[in-house]
């Protein structure tokens, strides 16, 4: 079967850390990608990883473990703009999603 | 056009009405997929097109959906006999080539279908 967890909501502060953890057990893996979505709007894509490792672009990072099955999104110098739900998918040749973190970043 | 359109962006129908939502993805994007976003929840796998085959479908929920890409570019995702169930976002997302692993999926703001 498939199965994605990760945590159903977060909260930080402005100007802060935080990091967003994701498991996978899926039959199947091409990759892992992690989209942000705000409400009543598309998900727009943030990164894709398929080589295990850190992937760093401006304040978002993402990291990939295959052997564990785990990757996490880092958001540093957190501003209020980045309240949304922070999806994770999981590459099968079709995505398959998480049920999303839905972070609230406070002032 | 730039993005992928969907439309209409808000249906509201009836319990057992029939409803037609239409996407219209990145021109010259080969893979076209459908999924269904239910409130607070992360979007669920319906369809997938390449071109106008339909490769996968196992995530329709019933036989009352049913999605079409005739021509490999503009798709139809049709509900029958609509339920109040069936009321969520549907997203629709397109990709260059076949295989995501290719490119990232570009999406469309989604159909928000409510069944009374």
């Known amino acids: 079967g498939q199965n994605i967890d990760q945590p159903t909501e977060m909260t930080a502060t402005e100007g802060a850390i935080v990091q967003i953890n994701c498991t996978y057990q899926t039959s199947g893996f091409n990759g892992l990608f992690w989209y942000q979505q705000h409400a009543g709007e598309a998900p727009t894509f943030l990164s894709y990883?398929?080589?295990?490792g850190l992937e760093e672009k401006g304040r978002f990072s993402s990291f990939l473990s295959r052997s564990k099955g785990y990757s996490y999104l880092l958001l540093k110098e957190l501003q209020m703009k980045d309240s949304a739900s922070y999806l994770c998918?999981?590459?099968?040749?079709?995505?398959?999603f998480g049920t999303g973190t839905r972070l609230q970043v406070f002032p | 056009g730039a993005g992928v359109s969907q439309s209409p962006r808000y249906k509201v129908a009836k319990r057992g009405q029939d409803v037609a939502l239409r996407c219209d993805p990145i021109?010259?994007?080969?893979?076209l997929f459908w999924y269904q976003q239910a409130l607070g929840q992360g979007p669920e796998f319906l369809t997938y097109?390449?071109?106008?085959?339909?490769?996968?479908k196992s995530g329709l929920p019933s036989d009352r959906f049913f999605a079409e890409r005739p021509e490999g570019s503009v798709s139809t995702l049709k509900i029958q006999r609509t339920q109040q169930e069936d009321s969520a976002v549907y997203l629709c997302?397109?990709?260059?080539?076949?295989?995501?692993?290719?490119?990232?999926?570009?999406f469309g703001e989604g159909s928000r279908l409510t069944v009374l």
């Open positions: 021109s010259g994007h080969v893979s």
């Open positions: 997302a397109s990709l260059k080539l076949a295989g995501a692993e290719t490119g990232e999926l570009f």
């Open positions: 990883n398929v080589l295990d």
């Open positions: 998918a999981v590459d099968t040749d079709k995505l398959i």
């Open positions: 097109f390449q071109n106008e085959a339909q490769l996968d």
